[in-house]
Nanobody
Framework: QVQLVESGGGLVQPGGSLRLSCAAS????????MSWFRQAPGKERELVAH????????NYADSGKGRFTISRDNSKNTVYLQMNSLKPEDTAVYYC?????????WGQGTQVTVSS
């Protein structure tokens, strides 16, 4: 009964902000590294941000560096992605991923559309 459920997506104007959430259940969340990926139609799925299982280290793709912030709250089994200064090219389905060793779990995704 592993579940990763994303929420917080929607339509936003260029320059706006969104905060995505991913609620996890059915596994030991605090032992898993977490990531956000995104995929636009016709494009490869790409890494957006990554955070270690303790939350003490993060990494970002160049596309989001300085605009996006990943964080986690292990007491709530939730990982977040704060997105600021959004651009039309950020439009994609955003996916939450948990991984530990060979184990990997994916959420079903949430749509983010940046358009004027």
């Amino acid at each position: 009964q592993v579940q990763l459920v994303e929420s917080g997506g929607g339509l936003v104007q260029p320059g706006g902000s969104l905060r995505l959430s991913c609620a996890a259940s059915g596994f030991t969340f605090s032992s898993y590294a977490m990531s956000w990926f995104r995929q636009a139609p016709g494009k490869e799925r790409e890494l957006v941000a990554h955070i270690t299982y303790t939350g003490d280290s993060t990494n970002y793709a160049d596309s989001g560096k300085g605009r996006f912030t990943i964080s986690r709250d292990n007491s709530k089994n939730t990982v977040y992605l704060q997105m600021n200064s959004l651009k039309p090219e950020d439009t994609a389905v955003y996916y939450c991923k948990a991984n530990r060793g060979y184990a990997a779990y994916w959420g079903q995704g949430t749509q983010v559309t940046v358009s004027s």
